[in-house]
């Protein structure tokens, strides 16, 4: 791999030591007549190409903390609210994950950003994903964290018993569910950050507002009746995928088979970690991510268990834990 033209800051450099980044800029978008979001976060200097950055299902433009902070020692940070997002208007569960790759290219283009680098984090990898296939000539390298083509019959049932809490409004009961899903409750004395995430996440849950009930329903039955990924068009974009060595729900061998689907693939694990790399391991995930985006070297990382680049060939026969045919999109 490459090095950059400027040297890189290393998420281990103090805070104090750094420039300071520029104010947000909030731009109000529209998308077959639905309200969007965008925010824009400038670098001082940044050495890489500004970076498209997709949350999950219970994120929004602003809530990507001490990451945000992270990333902006190399590289502009834009963050998005499309369809069914934050402070935009609901999407319906019918339209596909396309209306929203398709959003977020027309804010894209309002912002004035023809080609970025992308990291969608779980529900966004879906995200990522399809922007990366359906509009190639946007997406410069790619990092999917905690993803999959299709989710597993065994969330399936986690999910629809979720979703019934969620309907009827019993919100304790319904975020002990969704976090169950999100973490591996067997293995939480391992991860990093275990018990303070998942109690981050159950007062985050268990508070959500009417409106975001509205969105987290449509979203997550959005997963569950459209088809699965179709991952036989190869994304041309240099591909990371990323997943927690304890992640019980996009588990280490789904990530492992989109990164072989991807024409340039890599995989990594990270050790002491499940689903929510963003939470418990914020400073690793952002080194690892910079270093992909820099065309770097992965190998020898403390925090990996295991890195690989992989091809077709990489692709093992099929395992209980990945998607099954007719399956649904993750």
């Given amino acids: 791999m490459g090095t950059p033209a400027m040297p890189l800051s290393s998420p ?12 947000p800029l909030v731009r109000r978008h529209r998308w077959d007549g639905l309200r969007c ?26 809530t990507w903390g001490r990451c945000e902070k992270l990333l902006l020692r190399n590289m502009d940070v834009f963050t998005v609210d499309p369809p069914g997002w934050g402070t935009a208007d609901p999407l319906p569960a019918r339209q596909s994950v396309d209306v929203l790759a398709d959003a977020v290219c027309h804010i894209l283009d309002e912002s004035g950003l023809r080609q970025v680098n992308v990291v969608g984090g779980s ?3 879906a995200i990522a994903y399809r922007i990366a296939q359906r509009h190639p ?13 299709a989710i597993p019959e065994h969330s399936r049932e986690s999910m629809e018993r979720a979703l019934a809490f969620l309907d009827v409004g019993r919100m304790d009961e319904y975020a002990h569910a969704a976090v169950d899903i999100l973490m591996n409750p067997e293995r939480l004395d391992v991860i990093t950050n275990g018990s303070r995430v998942r109690r981050f996440l159950l007062r985050r849950l268990t508070a959500l507002t009417e409106a975001e009930a509205v969105q987290v329903s449509s979203n997550t039955r959005r997963l569950l009746h459209h088809a699965e990924l179709d991952t036989s068009v190869r994304v041309p974009a ?87 045919p007719g399956g649904r999109a993750g």
């Fill in 37 to 62: 979001e965008s925010r824009l976060v400038r670098a001082a200097s940044p050495p890489l190409r500004p970076l498209l950055l997709i949350g999950g299902a219970f994120q929004n433009k602003e």
């Fill in 238 to 324: 240099p591909t990371l995928t990323v997943t927690g060595e304890h992640d019980a729900f996009t588990t280490p061998a789904q990530c492992r088979r989109m990164a072989v689907a991807c024409g340039k693939g890599w995989f990594a694990e990270v050790a002491e970690s499940d689903h929510m790399l963003f939470l418990e391991r914020p400073t690793e995930i952002i080194d690892l991510v910079t270093r992909f985006l820099a065309d770097e070297p992965l190998h020898g990382l403390p925090y990996c268990t295991r890195v690989e680049q992989l091809s077709s060939s990489s692709l093992p026969a099929p395992r209980a834990d990945g998607p099954r």
């Fill in 137 to 149: 000539e946007r997406v410069g390298r790619m990092v999917l964290v905690g993803t999959m083509a």
């Fill in 12 to 23: 281990h450099t103090p805070v104090g030591s750094l420039p300071v980044q520029r104010p």
């Fill in 123 to 125: 529900y966004g990898s």
